[in-house]
């Protein structure tokens, strides 16, 4: 699966709402590593790479944001993510672009690695060819 958009079980009560992440509960990998990407200015797109190793799971903590998605084949599909409610997979290997943040907007992402620069694709030809070749 190159990516999914999932519904999180929500442990809601009269003093609020929690949700949790666990491996092979509700999250195919074990976290490594966590960051949040927040005060992002207007008309900016944050991302606009791939990742060789690094599986991502995505969540609108705060406000909004849409994800654009970017497969083998050069095939885009869009996702909005605007509720703590909501997580977005994506696995490695595809190219994705996060854009359209509200002004209040926290993205929260979890992946199962260490950050490494070297696992990156910046630039979206290298990314094509790349991923022609494990197709
Ligand atoms: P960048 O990859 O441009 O962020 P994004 O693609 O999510 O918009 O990363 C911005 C800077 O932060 C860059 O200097 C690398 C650094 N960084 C880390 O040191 N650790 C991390 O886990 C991440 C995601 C980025």
Known sequence: ???GLFDLKVFGDN??????FEKNVNLPFEVKRAFYIFDTKPLIARGQ???RNSEFCMIAIN???KVKITTGGGISTTV???TPHKALYLNKMVWKEMYD???NAILLV?????YDESEYI???DDFLKEVSVHA
């Open 1 to 3: 699966m190159d990516y």
């Open 15 to 20: 003093r609020g709402h929690l949700v949790s």
């Open 49 to 51: 790479h791939a990742n």
């Open 63 to 65: 406000g909004s944001c």
């Open 80 to 82: 909005s993510l605007d």
């Open 101 to 103: 943040f509200s002004y």
């Open 110 to 114: 979890l992946t199962n690695t260490h």
């Open 122 to 124: 910046r630039n979206y």
